[in-house]
């Protein structure tokens, strides 16, 4: 079976303080990905990488970064967070360099900014 | 017009009755489809992928129209245990993906 862990369930930070979300796959994927889902909004993409040490920008990156220095590593960073970073991050991870792939989700970290 | 639409619902639906809900998407382009299933408080899992000559999978049936763009899922003796949000998932031919914000079901006993 697929795994995808990350590091927190839940997270408290302050205003303006650096934050790091770490995702962990152990399938070999290419494809990594982080998205934040929102009552209303559903699942949106912050970034996504096909490869070691790539990363594109999905459909909100501001105000985030990424890093992939391994495969099966994928951070998300919150240079100096706000109250609306507060939200549900998933990370997903798929096989292949394509969307036709079934996603594999973690279980999510739920963060709190205050 | 979004990229994905879908009644966000929420179907309260008696147990052992048959439900069904619709994506519209906006891209003719669009290449694969999926329905993923997201419990309360969970990640969401793969359902089933759509096939253009529509799929089954027990209970659950999946179908294509692309002449009207949009995807259905068909739920048939319906469990307390299928109550969940069902996310709409497009894959368009540039490979971005596109989540719905899905339809809350609650079966009801």
């Known amino acids: 079976d697929v795994k995808v862990t990350q590091s927190s369930r839940y997270l408290v930070k302050r205003t303006g303080e650096k934050v790091f979300l770490e995702c962990v796959q152990d399938?070999?994927?290419?494809?990594m990905f982080w998205y934040r889902q929102d009552p209303g909004l559903g699942l949106r993409l912050i970034y996504f990488?096909?490869?070691?040490?790539?990363?594109e920008k999905g459909d909100i990156p501001e105000g985030y970064s990424v890093s992939r220095e391994k495969k099966e590593r994928f951070s998300l960073i919150l240079e100096s967070a706000s109250t609306n970073q507060t939200s549900m991050y998933l990370c997903?991870?798929?096989?292949?360099?394509?969307?036709?792939?079934?996603?594999?989700f973690g279980p999510g970290t739920r963060l709190t900014v205050l | 017009r979004k990229e994905v639409e879908q009644d966000p619902g929420p179907f309260n639906v008696p147990e052992g009755a048959t439900v069904a809900f619709n994506c519209t998407y906006s891209?003719?382009?669009?290449?694969?489809f999926f329905w993923y299933r997201q419990d309360c408080r969970k990640e969401p899992k793969l359902l089933m992928s759509v096939y253009s000559s529509g799929n089954e999978d027990g209970r659950f049936t999946a179908q294509l129209n692309r002449a009207s763009q949009y995807i259905s899922l068909l739920i048939r003796d319906s469990k307390l245990s299928d109550s969940a949000t069902y996310l709409c998932v497009v894959t368009n031919r540039d490979d971005k993906i596109i989540f719905g914000k899905g339809t809350r079901l609650h079966i009801l006993p």
């Open positions: 891209n003719s382009a669009s290449q694969s």
């Open positions: 399938m070999d994927h290419e494809n």
């Open positions: 997903a991870s798929s096989l292949l360099a394509s969307g036709y792939n079934e996603q594999f």
């Open positions: 990488s096909y490869d070691v040490k790539m990363k």
